[in-house]
């Protein structure tokens, strides 16, 4: 029996402890698997403003800001949220998706998103990080102006090449010069064919800006809640790098509220006991001493005796406190009767002593 109810109470601790790992944590939270730290990342979001004024006394007012420095515009951002700010004409971005912009900067009078809302934390070894993907397009080779260094050695060759030229031309007849034009004209459709085709090639794959968020630790309790950085974009304006200092990057104890309290667990195990020592009782009762009916409960005598004492407590507090009850008192016992009727008794006893001198003078 004792190995039974132990066994019983193993198991339940270990159902609560693999609900408890199973359960999914908040947003915006993850632990190290490393050092097992916990990080809540929530305490630095800013919060949607309520009828535009923000929900705490605390709570900012805007979205996160970085400046841009040399790149020629500033960024605004928000941790594991949409920004606050309320933005129209996202540029390459659909109108249901601009209120989930988390990143975003303006050039040339023109919202460019550099990641939609995300709140799944990652680490890399020991570098937290958050990533937003799914901003505005790309720029492609349309768009942007190509760059490339030009040599000295490229500009002579360049010029002798353009004198061999004319002076072939100068010495070749009509003739040739239309023939030469005609495979000049087929050579050109050709590249322009090439180039649609590249073209439309680019245009179908459409490659969209991200944002990737390196967090570190402030220690520093007078230092601001966060202090974001821009680090630099890639070569081809898709990919955003920030840093970010917080003291929320610091990590902790985890906070994450358990399926069951104290309190549950010591009445879940409490339960499991119960009906642990009732059935094997009962079975032991039946099939070894061979009881039938009530004397089947393990200890029957025991559990007899205590429902006959509360019994007896019972009765003797209800009848303890009936005594303090008020009783009802009927018309009869009024005061001016209760007056006459100690008057009468009074003149009664007089006249019964009177009666007993006389007799006793006689």
Known sequence: MPSLTSSAILLVLVFLAIS????DRKPCTIVSPVTEAYYDL???????????????KDDKKESWHARGYDYGTNFTLNFCRPVIEDLQDVVGVHESHWKNVSAFYRYNDKVYSIGQQSSELIFRGRKLVLNYTGGSPCETKRTKVPRRIVDDGD?????????GDNKKGDDKKGDDKKGDDKKGDDKKGDDRKD?????????KIVRRKSTIISFLCERDSLAPKAHLSFVGASEDECT???????????????????????GGVFGVIALITAAVYL?????????????????QIPNYAMWAGIGNFLYDIFIILTSSCARLIPRRQGYNKLPTHTT??????????NRLI???DEEWDD
């Open 240 to 262: 955003y790098f920030f840093e970010a200092k917080a003291m929320a990057a610091c990590g902790g104890v985890s906070q994450v509220q358990q399926p069951l309290g104290p």
């Open 340 to 349: 006459r009727n100690r008057n009468s008794r009074a003149e009664d006893e």
């Open 279 to 295: 059935i094997g009782g009962i079975a032991y009762q039946r099939t070894v001493m061979h009881q039938r009916g009530w004397r």
């Open 42 to 56: 929530n305490t630095i979001a800013v919060q949607p403003l309520i009828d535009h004024k923000p929900a705490h």
């Open 155 to 163: 500009d002579k060759k360049d010029d002798d090449s353009k004198k």
């Open 195 to 203: 180039d649609d085709k590249d073209h439309d090639g680019e245009d």
């Open 20 to 23: 408890a790992e199973s359960k």
């Open 354 to 356: 009177d009666q007993l």
